[in-house]
C-alpha cells in the first residue's frame, strides 16, 4: 500500500503516527488508478489487460465504496449538496461500465477496450470535481473542518476490510445508489 499520494501537495497530511489523512488516501487511491489505466493503454495480450481491467474494477468499487459510506456522508450539509448529488451519480455511471467489465468476457467483447476508454474518461472528469482547488469537494471539505484524520483512519479500516473479503469472495458487482436499474 502507497503511504503517500505521488502527487503530494500542501493540502495532504501524512499525520507524524504514518498514517494519511482522509485527503491524502483518497487522493492516492486516486493516483493508483490513473496509473492502473496508463498500464492497460500501454499492455498487450489478452490475459494481461483482463487482469489490469479487473484490478482498476477491483480498486474503483473500494473506492467508490468507502467514499459513500464514510466520507461522503461526513461531507453532507457542509459541502455543496449538488456537488455531492453528482458525485454519487457519477459513481453510478462508471459502476454500470465496472459491471460490464467484469462481465468477464473480455478481448471477445469487441467493446472491451472501448468501455475501460470511456470508464477512465469518466473517472478522470469525476476525480477533476473532487480534487478541484478551492470549489472541489475535498477543498470544500477541508475548509469545513472535517475531521480528517478521523476519516482517514475509518476509510483505511473499512478499505482492508473490504480489500479482504473481496480477495475471497471475488469483485462483487457493483451496487447503484442512485439509479433503480439492473446491471
Ligand atoms: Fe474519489
Ligand atoms: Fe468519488
Not at 2 to 20: I, L, Y
Not at 59 to 70: R, S
Not at 118 to 133: A, D, G, M, S, T
Request: charged share 35%; proline share 2%; net charge negative.
Amino acid at each position: 500500500m502507497r503511504w503517500v499520494s505521488t502527487t503530494h501537495t500542501q493540502e495532504d497530511h501524512v499525520a507524524e503516527t504514518g498514517k494519511q489523512d482522509a485527503i491524502a488516501l483518497l487522493k492516492a487511491d486516486h493516483r493508483t488508478v490513473e496509473d492502473l489505466f496508463e498500464q492497460f493503454e500501454k499492455a498487450s495480450g489478452e490475459g494481461r489487460k483482463q487482469k489490469i481491467a479487473e484490478q482498476i474494477c477491483l480498486e474503483l468499487e473500494v473506492h467508490a465504496m468507502i467514499e459513500e459510506e464514510i466520507f461522503y456522508p461526513a461531507c453532507e450539509g457542509k459541502v455543496e449538496e449538488d456537488l455531492i448529488k453528482e458525485a454519487y451519480v457519477e459513481h453510478d455511471g462508471a459502476k454500470v461500465l465496472i459491471a460490464q467489465i467484469l462481465e468477464g468476457k473480455g478481448q471477445n467483447d469487441e467493446f472491451f477496450d472501448a468501455k475501460v476508454k470511456v470508464l477512465q474518461e469518466q473517472i478522470e472528469h469525476h476525480v477533476e470535481e473532487e480534487e478541484k482547488r478551492m470549489e472541489g469537494m475535498f477543498s470544500q471539505a477541508r475548509q469545513a473542518g472535517l475531521d480528517m484524520d478521523g476519516l482517514g483512519e475509518q476509510l483505511a479500516a473499512r478499505k482492508a476490510e473490504l480489500i479482504e473479503t473481496f480477495k475471497t469472495t471475488g469483485i462483487p458487482k457493483p451496487t447503484l445508489t442512485t439509479m433503480d436499474v439492473a446491471i
